[in-house]
């Protein structure tokens, strides 16, 4: 695993949309109801990608401390799916599902 100095990591908060709709009950009937969130630092998940864990899908978003700077994507997936990814880097993304 690669360690970063901590003046180094960030804050980033990831918001998702469905269809372009906000994220809500509604929105989320056809998607799975907990959704893991990945930020990789390389163009493929790795052991030491950081995963959020389960996250309602009604939340629309999530914020995760301690990011490495050289983040390359943040995927969004279901059991078992890639549901949907973004280029990482900036203190706020969207992917839209």
Known sequence: MQCWPSNVLQTVTVYWTIGGQPANA????????ELDIF???????KPDTIET?????????????EVPPDL???VIMGPNQQLGQAAGGPPSVTVDL
């Open 26 to 33: 509604t929105t989320c009937q056809n998607l799975p109801s």
């Open 39 to 45: 930020f990789d630092h390389t163009d493929t998940l």
């Open 53 to 65: 864990g389960l996250v309602p899908c009604t939340a629309g978003s999530f914020v995760q401390d």
């Open 72 to 74: 390359v994507r943040i």
